[in-house]
């Protein structure tokens, strides 16, 4: 988004001075028709941006389009659904295989001692090569996960008839691991279909946030007053205008960076702090921040509109917004506080993009991702924590 980001402002600006230009030379040239050049000696016209027309937007990535994916073994969600469906379905076998209530542990017991190695050992196993799975074929990926569980369910299963004689139980075994491991693929098949591409595409639509429009008349309003007193700022405020709303239509469902998002909001930040002025005071400490990490698109620039519209806007007076960021292990935290001003100054708000965000994250990393709001020493207070990587695992 940066490189991009920086091209189109030189673009943008080149634009403005021939505009510039042309207005003063034909300035010059109003009073009489006999001064005006002549047409064969005058520049080609320039050809304005315009933002994208909906043909024109960006195709989805491919991995959201209609193409069936294995769940991700390395997903602390996935692993948890399987860890409670392997269980259920233990328990289930337990109570129909039991005569009394009394027998349903014994029997639970004796099924876990045969299954949960299997299934550990296999999801670790097939964790270990999520990289190669993701780049084979879907049927590849489907027959390599089958021939995982059944040689785990094969090592074991000889490993006991090893210790306790002979048995002719690996048949069966093999046939349950077979069925098991089909109808858990076949359920994160539909689990992803029902999430994607056209559903989840109207959710992050939905979800996605968006520039409410008393900021954008603001905006153009603080432009208005800046044109005289100073062209050349309110050219820069509506260049930052453009990126911004350029980075609203672009395609919402592929991962951003914490680089480029924190680089959207100082874009942001800087538009509200022409209208604000003194009383919008910004505080960065992203020294330690990843800039490579992936998160969702346009995360911080609606917490930060929030902060901006219940925490400084109600109040005369100036106040600070702090923007920190940073990775601790596996995890990148970002932590955002504005002051809350007095009770009879406060906005009450309906909690919909917070509520959109925290979703918004949740359909991108599942439950490894999390959100926190309070109020504390007089400041609300909001921290998401997501995991590290720094590739897109949905493209």
Request: charged content about 20%; proline content about 6%.
């Amino acid at each position: 988004m940066g490189g991009e980001r920086n091209t189109t402002n030189e673009t943008g600006r080149d634009v403005s001075k021939t505009t510039a230009g042309q207005a003063a030379s034909g300035a010059a040239g109003s009073p009489t028709s006999a001064a005006r050049p002549a047409p064969a000696e005058q520049a080609p016209p320039q050809r304005t941006p315009r933002a994208p027309s909906i043909g024109e937007i960006p195709a989805p990535p491919a991995g959201l389009v209609g193409t069936a994916r294995l769940p991700d073994f390395r997903n602390l969600g996935v692993l948890l659904r399987i860890l409670l469906a392997v269980n259920a379905a233990s328990l289930i076998s337990a109570v129909m295989k039991s005569e009394s209530l009394r027998s349903i542990g014994e029997s639970l017991l004796e099924i876990s001692a045969l299954v949960q190695p299997v299934m550990f050992l296999t999801l670790l196993l097939l964790a270990a090569s999520q990289p190669l799975l993701d780049r084979l074929r879907h049927d590849l990926a489907v027959g390599t996960v089958l021939l995982a569980a059944m040689s785990v369910t094969a090592a074991f299963d000889l490993i006991g008839q090893g210790l306790v004689g002979a048995g002719d139980a690996l048949p069966r075994h093999l046939f349950f691991t077979v069925i098991s491991v089909g109808v858990l693929l076949a359920w994160f098949d539909l689990r992803s279909r029902a999430l994607s591409p056209a559903l989840v595409e109207a959710r992050l639509q939905a979800l996605q946030a968006r520039i409410r429009p008393h900021f954008l008349f603001n905006s153009l309003n603080a432009v208005l007053s800046l044109i005289r007193a100073d062209p050349k700022r309110a050219e820069h405020v509506l260049e930052d205008l453009a990126d911004l709303f350029r980075a609203l239509m672009a395609d919402s469902r592929a991962l951003s960076t914490f680089a480029s998002e924190v680089e959207l909001a100082r874009q942001y930040l800087a538009i509200e702090q022409v209208r604000l002025g003194e009383r919008l005071q910004i505080e960065w400490d992203v020294e330690q921040m990843p800039g490579e990490a992936r998160l969702p698109a346009l995360i911080l620039q609606p917490l930060l509109e929030n902060a901006v519209y219940h925490g400084i806007e109600p109040s005369m007076t100036p106040g600070t917004v702090v923007v920190r960021i940073f990775r601790v292990g596996g995890e990148v935290h970002a932590i955002l506080s504005n002051p809350l001003p007095g009770a009879g100054e406060r906005r009450h708000g309906n909690r919909i993009a917070v509520d959109n965000i925290r979703e918004r994250l949740q359909l991108f990393f599942d439950a490894e991702a999390r959100m926190r709001t309070r109020e504390h020493d007089g400041r609300y207070e909001v921290t998401i924590r997501v995991p590290y990587t720094s590739t897109d695992r949905r493209s």
